[in-house]
């Protein structure tokens, strides 16, 4: 029954194609516009940002440890996504994750460290109001004025006298804190907060000497630091001014400073996994090719030089071993993101005219999207490249690693119906409202009939084959493997699959 229902629908599609309309057809995707195409949009969508504004706080006086809510606009919604930046003439910024946050409200606890902000009276502590900036996907334009700032206050001394009730943790926690600066002051060729810069040098460049992250941007201030040091040339960079990576700047943890695709947090994260210390060995931000050059030498190396020019860069390695580039997991083919967004150069079976198609997302099931640092996402103990994401037989490998035009099928690892609409987990029911998913979706509608025009090709290859010729030139030569005059010539499954496609029904693999 289920080969039958799919075989009506595909059916039922070819019917209704008109003959004019195949003789016609466009040219299939050029492998050159369809990989400036896929340059394009091989990143997240940006959208553009605008500044957070304060509206008000609460309470106007408050005291080390406890809660200040902020109103406002335009904050970024969820723990720690924004940040709440404390200020005082004269001294280094302290920057502080929120602990709640939505667009327009937010929660942030005033830690321990801010204590080095008030201003001294009689060797203590004082009062001491501070000005705020909240930084979301920008930080905000300005300080708050005296009367939208709060009035910050020190924990109360610890009580001396015998039998006095015990230090509170942010009492234990603000002596330790001050304790740390005072040690970190006396000892500048230390790293009191090991973030691998000294305290010197973190001192006299505004940085946190007790806080590995400054900005609380979740990078640590040695990682921006160093990465900053490889883009600027080995020249000592000055962290509080930019455009380096920047361990003052909590809003530049999306950039790509060294232009190989990988966002600084990306970066950031395969370093850490690695272990790999400093100066930077791995996955500088500074650096395309951080460590050296890496020759490409073995044929899986290959799958894994997207450029093609025998050097893999920082995007182009295979961090956790799976067959998979980082770019691939974090940007490019391996994401949902990528899928949604690419815009193929022309529409299946269209008319040579309708441009910019995007493929209708299969929605009746959630996706994953893969961890580039560890090899096994899901847990199954199968790597990530033979693993199956879409459970339809084809392999993230052939779905993700590979384009269209490489692999020579239309692949999507997000599709269990493509590119085999008889797949063993191919919806058995198209939705009678409502746009249907690739490849069952409508293109077009016929000009003179006005019957719909599927994407599913008339004299579609079971699965369907993404040729490098015209539409109506595959069909007149047959099968995509009959055409001899492909660039990509005969299509050969074996490296990939383990079970060989019996040419009708089923997937490719086992």
């Given at each position: 029954?289920?080969?039958?229902?799919?075989?009506?629908?595909?059916?039922l599609?070819?019917?209704?194609?008109?003959?004019?309309?195949?003789?016609?057809?466009?040219p299939?995707?050029?492998?050159?516009?369809?990989?400036?195409?896929?340059?394009?949009?091989?990143?997240?969508?940006?959208?553009?940002?605008?500044?957070?504004?304060?509206?008000?706080?609460?309470?106007?006086?408050?005291?080390?440890?406890?809660?200040?809510?902020?109103?406002?606009?335009?904050?970024?919604?969820?723990?720690?996504?924004?940040?709440?930046?404390?200020?005082k003439?004269?001294?280094?910024?302290?920057?502080?994750?929120?602990?709640?946050a939505?667009?327009?409200?937010?929660v942030?606890?005033?830690?321990?460290?801010?204590?080095?902000?008030?201003?001294?009276?009689?060797?203590?502590?004082?009062?001491?109001?501070?000005?705020?900036?909240v930084?979301?996907?920008?930080?905000?334009?300005?300080?708050?004025?005296?009367?939208?700032?709060?009035?910050?206050?020190?924990?109360?001394p610890?009580?001396?006298?015998?039998?006095?009730?015990?230090?509170?943790?942010?009492?234990?926690?603000?002596?330790?804190?001050?304790?740390?600066q005072?040690?970190?002051?006396?000892?500048?060729?230390?790293?009191?907060d090991?973030?691998?810069?000294?305290?010197?040098?973190?001192?006299?460049?505004?940085?946190?000497?007790?806080?590995?992250?400054?900005?609380?941007?979740?990078?640590?201030?040695?990682?921006?630091?160093?990465?900053?040091?490889?883009?600027?040339?080995?020249?000592?960079?000055?962290?509080?001014?930019?455009?380096?990576?920047?361990?003052?700047?909590?809003?530049?943890?999306?950039?790509?400073?060294?232009?190989?695709?990988?966002?600084?947090?990306?970066?950031?994260?395969?370093?850490?996994?690695?272990?790999?210390?400093?100066?930077?060995?791995?996955?500088?931000?500074?650096?395309?090719?951080?460590?050296?050059?890496?020759?490409?030498?073995?044929?899986?190396?290959?799958?894994l030089?997207?450029?093609?020019?025998?050097?893999?860069?920082?995007?182009?390695?295979?961090?956790?071993?799976?067959?998979?580039?980082?770019?691939?997991?974090?940007?490019?083919?391996?994401?949902?993101?990528?899928?949604?967004?690419?815009?193929?150069?022309?529409?299946?079976?269209?008319?040579?005219?309708?441009?910019?198609?995007?493929?209708?997302?299969?929605?009746?099931?959630?996706?994953?999207?893969?961890?580039?640092?560890d090899?096994?996402?899901?847990?199954?103990?199968?790597?990530?490249?033979?693993?199956?994401?879409?459970?339809?037989?084809?392999?993230?490998?052939?779905?993700?690693?590979?384009?269209?035009?490489?692999?020579?099928?239309?692949?999507?690892?997000?599709?269990?119906?493509?590119?085999?609409?008889?797949?063993?987990?191919?919806?058995?029911?198209?939705?009678?409202?409502?746009?249907?998913?690739?490849?069952?979706?409508?293109?077009?509608?016929?000009?003179?009939?006005?019957?719909?025009?599927?994407?599913?090709?008339?004299?579609?290859?079971?699965?369907?084959?993404?040729?490098?010729?015209?539409?109506?030139?595959?069909?007149?030569?047959g099968?995509?493997?009959?055409?001899?005059?492909?660039?990509?010539?005969?299509?050969?499954?074996?490296?990939?699959?383990?079970?060989?496609?019996?040419?009708?029904?089923?997937?490719?693999?086992?």
């Amino acid at each position: 029954m289920l080969r039958i229902l799919r075989s009506l629908s595909l059916a039922l599609a070819v019917a209704l194609l008109a003959a004019p309309a195949a003789a016609n057809a466009a040219p299939a995707v050029k492998k050159a516009a369809s990989a400036a195409k896929s340059q394009s949009t091989s990143s997240k969508k940006k959208t553009a940002a605008v500044y957070p504004t304060v509206a008000s706080i609460s309470p106007r006086k408050i005291a080390i440890g406890q809660k200040l809510t902020i109103k406002g606009t335009h904050f970024r919604a969820g723990k720690g996504k924004s940040s709440v930046a404390f200020y005082k003439s004269g001294k280094a910024v302290i920057f502080v994750p929120a602990d709640s946050a939505t667009t327009s409200k937010l929660v942030v606890t005033v830690p321990a460290k801010v204590a080095s902000l008030l201003a001294q009276k009689d060797g203590s502590a004082a009062p001491t109001l501070l000005r705020l900036r909240v930084i979301g996907a920008k930080m905000g334009r300005a300080w708050t004025q005296n009367s939208r700032s709060p009035i910050v206050s020190p924990l109360p001394p610890a009580p001396s006298v015998q039998g006095a009730a015990p230090l509170t943790q942010q009492q234990v926690a603000a002596q330790q804190y001050l304790t740390c600066q005072q040690t970190a002051a006396a000892n500048p060729a230390g790293d009191q907060d090991a973030d691998g810069i000294t305290n010197g040098t973190e001192l006299a460049n505004r940085l946190d000497a007790c806080n590995a992250d400054t900005d609380g941007d979740t990078l640590t201030d040695g990682y921006e630091f160093w990465s900053a040091i490889d883009l600027n040339g080995y020249a000592l960079p000055y962290p509080g001014k930019r455009p380096w990576p920047n361990p003052l700047d909590p809003t530049d943890i999306n950039y790509d400073f060294d232009g190989d695709g990988l966002q600084l947090w990306q970066e950031f994260a395969l370093w850490k996994t690695s272990n790999s210390g400093f100066p930077l060995t791995q996955y500088s931000d500074g650096n395309q090719n951080t460590g050296g050059t890496q020759p490409v030498i073995t044929q899986a190396q290959r799958y894994l030089d997207l450029d093609k020019d025998g050097n893999l860069t920082d995007d182009e390695r295979d961090f956790d071993g799976d067959g998979l580039s980082n770019m691939t997991e974090y940007n490019n083919r391996g994401t949902q993101d990528w899928w949604r967004a690419i815009a193929w150069y022309e529409q299946p079976n269209g008319d040579g005219t309708n441009h910019s198609y995007v493929e209708p997302w299969y929605y009746l099931r959630a996706f994953s999207d893969l961890d580039p640092t560890d090899p096994d996402s899901d847990g199954d103990r199968v790597l990530d490249g033979a693993d199956d994401q879409d459970n339809d037989g084809w392999s993230n490998f052939a779905e993700m690693q590979l384009s269209r035009a490489e692999v020579g099928y239309r692949v999507h690892p997000f599709n269990p119906c493509l590119p085999d609409p008889h797949s063993r987990v191919c919806s058995r029911w198209l939705p009678l409202s409502g746009a249907a998913w690739a490849p069952f979706d409508v293109v077009r509608t016929d000009p003179v009939t006005h019957a719909p025009i599927y994407s599913a090709m008339p004299g579609d290859a079971i699965p369907f084959g993404w040729p490098q010729v015209t539409y109506a030139t595959w069909l007149g030569a047959g099968a995509p493997d009959q055409y001899t005059g492909s660039v990509f010539g005969p299509w050969d499954p074996t490296p990939w699959f383990t079970e060989a496609w019996d040419g009708t029904t089923g997937p490719q693999g086992a």
